[in-house]
């Protein structure tokens, strides 16, 4: 395994500990801002880095049409290419793919489908996803190739895309290899059916990777499924490889997924939420387009250190009313580093043995919002 995984503290099945990669340890609960792009949206990567984060996440479908996988190789990989020289995950493309894309067809060899750009025609095969992720992008840790299903679905179309995820699965790791500097990451998928996420989670074992996720949540099925597909999928997971959420979410998603074992996240949220207008808290979320903010003199949260505690919520209203660009950046700021600053307390929490009050303390102040 190229990345020491190191479990320093547990608490009931929340644990944290230190995912050593060759760019840095990525300390867990960890979550990733996204970069989809080559950037967290609004933001520079030394203010990423201010906010405390040990790792951001690339949108391989994203890059693979603009600017290319080939021309961000001759470019020197994305962390050259767009200044971050700590770890970086990829997702696969495939989320993308099935959301984003006007597809023609999902066949075992590949996806075929239409930029949501220009309209060109692009096929996706697992052993693609990892040329473009791990040999062109140069992704930290990539992610297999997998097929995500919307929610609700019936039981056949999720075993379909389920064992079809790990045929893909197989593919991404033989593709993979083995590497001394880089991860591969396996995807459960099952939707929100428990014996589908076993065989899905037996079968990846039996292939081996370096980390798995939990895939096809936060595709609609809202907080409460989730949490109840939670409550058993990341235990069917490795105990001792990182367990990686993807797409979620809000806060509270976040600190009941910790609480059921799990490590890594990632959410467009809290840039998306900021060039909004929302900002979250430790008191729950605020919409500054409210009016009563016009004159409220208050820093937004005199708990999260960054450039948004300079100014009033009033300032904040007015610029987010008037559509100025520093509200954007200001607010998009200021999430990120709640999210940092959440995650970093829930592993002290956790390493002091008070995650459980912890837990019950944000469920008092956010879980009405």
Not at 251 to 263: N, S, T
Request: proline content about 5%.
């Amino acid at each position: 395994m190229p990345f020491p995984f190191e479990i320093s503290a547990k608490e009931g099945r929340a644990r944290t500990g230190v995912l050593k990669t060759a760019r840095g340890d990525i300390r867990t609960p960890a979550f990733m801002p996204v970069g989809t792009a080559a950037t967290v949206k609004a933001m520079t990567v030394d203010q990423v880095k201010a906010t405390g984060a040990d790792i951001i996440l690339g949108n391989t479908y994203h890059l693979m049409l603009r600017p290319g996988p080939e021309r961000m190789e001759r470019l020197g990989g994305l962390h050259k290419f767009m200044g971050w020289d700590k770890p970086i995950l990829t997702d696969s493309g495939g989320f993308q793919v099935m959301s984003l894309a006007g597809i023609s067809k999902v066949k075992e060899e590949a996806v075929t489908f239409s930029s949501h750009i220009d309209g060109s025609k692009h096929v996706l095969t697992p052993e693609r996803s990892i040329e473009i992720q791990a040999d062109r992008i140069g992704a930290d840790i990539s992610m297999q190739l997998d097929q995500c299903v919307a929610y609700p679905a019936e039981k056949d179309a999720a075993r379909k895309a389920m064992e079809l995820s790990i045929r893909w699965g197989a593919r991404s790791k033989a593709r993979f290899g083995e590497r001394e500097t880089q991860a591969l990451f396996g995807i459960q998928q099952g939707s929100t059916y428990e014996d589908l996420r076993r065989q899905s989670s037996d079968q990846l074992r039996e292939i081996g990777f370096d980390g798995y996720a939990i895939g096809g949540l936060a595709v609609g099925e809202g907080h409460q499924a989730m949490c109840a597909v939670l409550d058993y999928a990341p235990e069917m997971l490795p105990a001792d490889r990182p367990r990686y959420l993807m797409g979620v979410g809000k806060p509270i998603d976040l600190v009941e997924a910790v609480y059921r074992g799990v490590d890594m996240f990632d959410c467009v949220l809290p840039t998306r939420a900021g060039r909004h207008g929302q900002a979250w808290t430790w008191d729950g979320p605020l919409n500054l387009k409210n009016a009563r903010f016009a004159e409220d003199q208050d820093p937004l949260d005199p708990a999260i250190d960054g450039p948004s505690s300079q100014y009033s919520k009033a300032y904040l209203h007015h610029l987010i009313r008037a559509d100025e660009i520093l509200g954007k950046v200001l607010l998009s700021w200021h999430n990120i580093a709640f999210y940092q600053a959440l995650t970093a307390a829930m592993r002290a929490a956790i390493s002091e043995g008070r995650f459980e009050q912890f837990r019950r303390d944000f469920h008092a102040r956010h879980v009405s919002n």
